[in-house]
Nanobody, 117 residues
Framework: QVQLVESGGGLVQPGGSLRLSCVVS????????LAWFRQRPGQPRDLIAG???????SYADSVKGRFTISVDKAKKTMHLQMDSLKPEDTAVYYC???????????WGQGTQVTVSS
């Protein structure tokens, strides 16, 4: 059973930075896609950053140039570095793994990010 455990959320002032982490356990670190989503109150869950196994990161326009997705294969961990944070970045952030072959989706439990002065 694949499990994803997130950490790193919290309260930050506008213009500040946070780094989210997501540790993947329960399987070999073999993925089709790793991604971060976020969900604002009353809104659908949106894809904001993703990386394919052999590719580089891709980003939603709303976070491009401010957020960076990365992978540490040795530690089976993915990160989301968030810089120049804005109040509109306030949301619950979820990590997501899509396995190759079955394309099964796995989700983290979500971590709250609040950007406020």
């Amino acid at each position: 059973q694949v499990q994803l455990v997130e950490s790193g959320g919290g309260l930050v002032q506008p213009g500040g930075s946070l780094r989210l982490s997501c540790v993947v356990s329960g399987s070999t670190f073999n993925f089709f896609r790793l991604a971060w989503f976020r969900q604002r109150p009353g809104q659908p869950r949106d894809l904001i950053a993703g990386i394919l196994k052999e590719g580089s990161g891709s980003y939603a326009d709303s976070v491009k140039g401010r957020f960076t997705i990365s992978v540490d294969k040795a530690k089976k961990t993915m990160h989301l570095q968030m810089d120049s944070l804005k109040p509109e970045d306030t949301a619950v952030y979820y990590c997501n793994v899509v396995q190759p072959g079955t394309f099964t989706n796995y989700w983290g439990q979500g971590t709250q990010v609040t950007v406020s002065s």
